[in-house]
């Protein structure tokens, strides 16, 4: 392992503002809005307030996936809250989502608003309204919620840890990399065995599970997050990649993973998606 001097921890932790290396501007100690901004509403029950990261598109997924299965009551609006202006700081997102995290979202389809902050908890809501994309039998909801869950507890390892110190860290640390790598590929191997007995990770049923992980895993395993494919040498994960190939083929995928991004910034109704095509289209010729 490379030198270096050692770090001795002071009695008392104070907040150094240059902390945090590319996300040094959103990142702070504290809780709560930064500055009094209400959130828009458009015309539909559900009001999605996100960014096209991992986390977002599991949402966004989810809804499309839904509204393609024909839950015509899902539909949707998606608005962009741009995290690297701090958008997440305003006074009406942290109403929604006291952790000032995205996804934020907002069920306004019955006589109560019901706020839904966590990715996770956002579709097992969705899941449970609509009823799908989560078995109905004992043992197929719990093998389902045991992949949903084992997502929500594992990425931190995988996008604060592995990808902070790999990848936008100002300083690289030997030790942080090779402590996270190593949790990083023993994450992807447990994915590998499980996909090696089961299609989908809760069964023979593609699931709310899928939804959560493939975003995180899938497109780790196709080298598209970090610049770190070679590093982590994922083409090892054969399973893996077959299932997150046969996931990114679903055309509701390929919609929501493209809402709130810069291909789509905002998603009000399904035609949204040709104008985007179209747009793209124009920008390529």
């Known amino acids: 392992m490379t030198d270096a001097a050692e770090y001795v921890p002071p009695k008392v932790w104070t907040w150094n503002k240059e902390n945090g290396g590319r996300f040094a501007n959103i990142n702070r100690p504290i809780a709560g809005p930064t500055h009094d901004k209400e959130l828009p509403v458009g015309k539909h029950p559900f009001q999605l307030y996100s960014l096209g990261t991992p986390n977002g598109i599991k949402v966004t997924v989810m809804f499309e996936e839904l509204l393609a299965a024909g839950h015509a009551g899902a539909e949707y609006d998606a608005w962009m809250i741009n995290i690297g202006q701090g958008d997440q700081f305003g006074s009406g997102f942290v109403a929604v989502n006291p952790n000032s995290k995205i996804p934020a979202l907002m069920d306004r389809s019955g006589p109560t608003p019901i706020r839904l902050f966590e990715s996770g908890s956002m579709l097992l809501h ?22 949903l869950f084992w997502q929500m507890g594992s990425a931190p390892y995988l996008g604060g840890g592995f990808g902070h110190f790999y990848a936008y860290a100002p300083t690289k640390i030997e030790y942080a990399i090779d402590r996270f790598a190593m949790e990083t590929k023993r ?84 035609s949204d998606f040709d104008r985007a095509a179209e747009d793209a289209s124009a920008a390529a010729q």
């Open 126 to 147: 969705l899941a449970e309204k609509f009823g799908a994309f989560l078995p109905t039998d004992a043992v197929g909801r719990a093998e389902c919620l045991n992949w």
């Open 187 to 270: 994450q992807l191997d447990v994915l590998d065995r499980r996909l090696a007995e089961a299609e989908y990770l809760g069964g023979d049923e593609y699931s709310i599970a899928d939804m959560a992980v493939w975003p995180w895993y899938g497109a780790l395993a196709k080298g598209m997050v970090y610049g770190a494919g070679e590093f982590l040498s994922v083409q090892d994960y054969k399973n893996v990649i077959r299932w997150t190939d046969q996931i990114a083929a679903r055309p509701a995928v390929k919609r929501g993973r493209i809402v709130n991004t810069a291909k789509l910034p905002e998603r009000h109704a399904a």
